[in-house]
């Protein structure tokens, strides 16, 4: 079993929906938990970065940590077609680990 | 903004040959790693330097050696290209603190060997 797990997809929303993204992992120890974007032909840059457990909110994009659950979330609102990416989850406490990524296209 | 650049977009190498991958970053970060980037696995650490001429172990570091000369640098080393190192390589640094610190990735180098 893979330490964090999270659906490779692809997701494919209209314009305007609420997009849902989500890991799993299975290391109770995990602090720090972050969302990378990554652009076709581009690098991952930070998208969100929370630590514990907890909400947080930036503009469109709200992440969610459930630690109970070992569930993380990152929630999308009013999708547009720029947030067509891949969605990485990352997660640690001595060292990161990185999920498979989540392709996401929201059509016009 | 921190611009991390890798010299190659992209390379194609025969196996056996000793292969360099660069890094620089402009922002005077202490820390630089090397991950690779391949379908269904997600990112994997290969190695990472917290100082010049410092360098540790990451998750994946057999075939693979590392260097920092200069802080802004971190050059990957492929000591004998073998098919199974055909993937994407990202270089990343970072300010301060651990291996948990956000990372500022380059746009990666794709190489294939054949």
């Known amino acids: 079993q893979k330490e964090v797990e999270q659906d490779p997809g692809p997701l494919s929303v209209p314009e305007g929906a609420i997009v849902s993204l989500n890991c799993t992992y299975s290391?109770?120890?995990?602090?720090?938990f972050m969302w990378y974007r990554q652009y076709s032909r581009k690098g991952p840059e930070l998208l969100m970065y929370?630590?514990?457990?907890g909400n947080k909110e930036d503009g469109r994009f709200t992440a969610q940590v459930d630690k109970s659950s070992k569930y993380i979330s990152l929630f999308i609102r009013d999708s547009q077609p720029s947030d067509s990416a891949t969605y990485l989850c990352?997660?640690?406490?001595?060292?990161?680990?990185f999920g498979a990524g989540t392709r996401l296209t929201v059509k016009p | 903004d921190v611009k991390v650049t890798q010299s190659s977009r992209y390379l194609v190498k025969r196996t056996g040959e000793k292969v360099f991958l660069e890094c620089v970053q402009d922002?005077?970060?202490?820390?630089m790693f090397w991950y690779r980037q391949d379908p269904g696995l997600g990112l994997r650490l290969i190695y990472f330097?917290?100082?010049?001429?410092?360098?540790e172990k990451g998750d994946i570091p057999e075939g693979y050696s590392v260097s920092r000369e200069k802080k802004e640098r971190f050059s990957l080393i492929l000591e004998s290209a073998s098919t199974n190192q055909t993937s994407m390589y990202l270089c990343?640094?970072?300010?301060?603190?651990?291996?948990?610190?956000?990372?500022?990735f380059g746009n990666g180098t794709r190489l294939t060997v054949t």
């Open positions: 990343a640094s970072s300010l301060v603190g651990g291996v948990n610190s956000p990372l500022h």
């Open positions: 929370t630590y514990s457990s």
């Open positions: 330097s917290y100082d010049v001429k410092m360098k």
């Open positions: 922002m005077d970060h202490e820390n």
């Open positions: 990352a997660m640690g406490n001595n060292d990161m680990r």
């Open positions: 290391n109770s120890a995990f602090q720090y």
